[in-house]
T-cell receptor, first 116, second 111 residues
Framework: GAVVSQHPSWVICKSGTSVKIECRSL??????MFWYRQFPKQSLMLMAT?????????EQGVEKDKFLINHASLTLSTLTVTSAHPEDSSFYIC????????????FGPGTRLTVL | GQQLNQSPQSMFIQEGEDVSMNCTSS?????WLWYKQDPGEGPVLLIA?????ELTSNGRLTAQFGITRKDSFLNISASIPSDVGIYFC???????????FGKGTRLHILP
């Protein structure tokens, strides 16, 4: 149980385009979903926390107008990277939790974004 | 802000060797989590520790919650090739629903 999927698993796009990444909890309802970014050989850095039906809470230094997060249902959250640039190339990982506690997060397999 | 410091940053070992790594913090954590990340994948939870002094095993993995609540240890016995990867310690920030991650220990097994 507690499976989280992400789609797509990888994407290559041109600079200036927008990319949407989906995160789904397949067998449980996620009270909270988290979005992380991981640069090569770095740790996971939390970008934002989202609860179903409410606005996401962004970490300091993360542009909310660039990284749009929608958490429309208890099983789906989306991250849209708007007007992507090469410096946005990274590994984006979501996690989902069925409690409000961060220690019950289940991670998706990640999405590799490459912006040309 | 709070930080988790992992040691060592990387390890090169022979198959069959035991492995030990640790994680320290300048502040108290009420929960310690150990994750493993394979290349190109998301982290997978290995062990969760909820009580100071707790010692928990998951197969060949054993983790301990330090008495001071500022550190935790992960041991892997009789390493095998599939143990290769990055091991992260993590913990929820007290009074918050977020978790922070250490920088990871990269485990390599020499042929």
């Amino acid at each position: 149980g507690a499976v989280v999927s992400q789609h797509p698993s990888w994407v290559i796009c041109k600079s200036g385009t927008s990319v949407k990444i989906e995160c789904r909890s397949l067998d449980f309802q996620a009270t909270t979903m988290f979005w992380y970014r991981q640069f090569p050989k770095q740790s996971l850095m939390l970008m934002a926390t989202s609860n179903e039906g409410s606005k996401a809470t962004y970490e300091q230094g993360v542009e909310k107008d660039k990284f749009l997060i929608n958490h429309a249902s208890l099983t789906l959250s989306t991250l849209t990277v708007t007007s992507a640039h090469p410096e946005d190339s990274s590994f984006y990982i979501c996690s989902a939790s069925f409690t409000s506690r961060g220690d019950t997060q289940y991670f998706g397999p990640g999405t590799r974004l490459t912006v040309l | 802000g709070q930080q988790l410091n992992q040691s060592p940053q990387s390890m090169f070992i022979q198959e069959g060797e035991d492995v030990s790594m640790n994680c320290t913090s300048s502040s108290i954590f009420n929960t310690w989590l150990w994750y493993k990340q394979d290349p190109g994948e998301g982290p997978v939870l290995l062990i969760a520790l909820y009580k100071a002094g707790e010692l928990t095993s998951n197969g060949r993995l054993t983790a301990q919650f330090g008495i001071t609540r500022k550190d935790s240890f992960l041991n892997i016995s009789a390493s095998i090739p599939s143990d290769v990867g990055i091991y992260f310690c993590a913990g929820p920030t007290p009074g918050d629903d977020k978790i922070i991650f250490g920088k990871g220990t990269r485990l390599h097994i020499l042929p």
